[in-house]
């Protein structure tokens, strides 16, 4: 029964702009709220964002077996925290992840009747374009980032299903297809 979506891919690809667009139209799905060891950015907020962990903290939930599934990140831990993804479980909502490739293999073997889509961008160029263009990360980390891109973009094919991010409307709409079709075969809608 597909419940947990995870949408996956490349930093910049527009993972979060199309799970914002998602849940403007499907408001029943809820977005788990990761926890990072990387330091917040401008505008970003504690529980809302991110749940931002110092790496001491970060590794004692790891040992306690607090995570679903954690992965670091161009140098930053990142992981889905068992209570929060089970918590809109519970209540009965259907779940969305925003994480990246190797956080997406730990949840393909744990949970493999969640539903994985992997966002493809249109071109290497317009990923980095889109990375410098939203001006959230300095030279260095937008570098780190697209050399971590060119081995996840090699992993695509292991996803189910890809959707390229060309035009942000039509993705929109793609994604919500395929999320109301899966919600409607698990019953849910
Ligand atoms: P950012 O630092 O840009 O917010 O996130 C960097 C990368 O980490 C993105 O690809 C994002 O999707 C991914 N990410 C965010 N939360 C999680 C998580 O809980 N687990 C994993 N594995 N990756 C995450």
Redesign the pocket.
């Given at each position: 029964m597909a419940r947990v979506f995870v949408i996956?891919?490349?930093?910049g690809v527009g993972?979060g702009t199309l799970i914002r667009r998602l849940r403007e139209t499907i408001p029943e799905l809820r977005v788990?709220v990761?926890?990072?060891t990387?330091p917040p950015r401008a505008g970003e907020e504690h529980g809302r964002d991110?749940w931002f962990l110092d790496d001491a903290e970060f590794d004692r939930r790891v040992g306690e077996g607090d995570f679903v599934?954690?992965?670091e990140?161009?140098g930053?831990k990142?992981?889905?925290l068992r209570e929060e993804l089970e918590r809109h479980l519970g209540e009965g909502a259907p779940v969305v992840?925003?994480?990246?490739v190797?956080?997406?293999r730990?949840v393909r073997e744990t949970m493999p009747e969640a539903v994985q889509v992997f966002v493809v961008p249109p071109s290497f160029d317009a990923l980095r374009e889109r990375l410098e263009s939203r001006g959230?990360?300095g030279a260095d980390t937008i570098a780190r980032?697209l050399e971590v891109s060119r081995v996840e973009l090699e992993s695509q094919h292991e996803f189910d299903h890809r959707l390229v991010n060309d035009d942000l409307d039509a993705t929109a709409r793609q994604l919500e297809t395929l999320v109301r079709e899966q919600l409607s075969s698990a019953g849910a809608v």
């Open positions: 996956t891919g490349p930093s993972k788990s990761s926890a990072t990387r991110y599934e954690h992965a990140y161009a930053r990142y992981g889905t992840l925003e994480i990246e190797q956080g997406a730990q959230t990360d980032r």
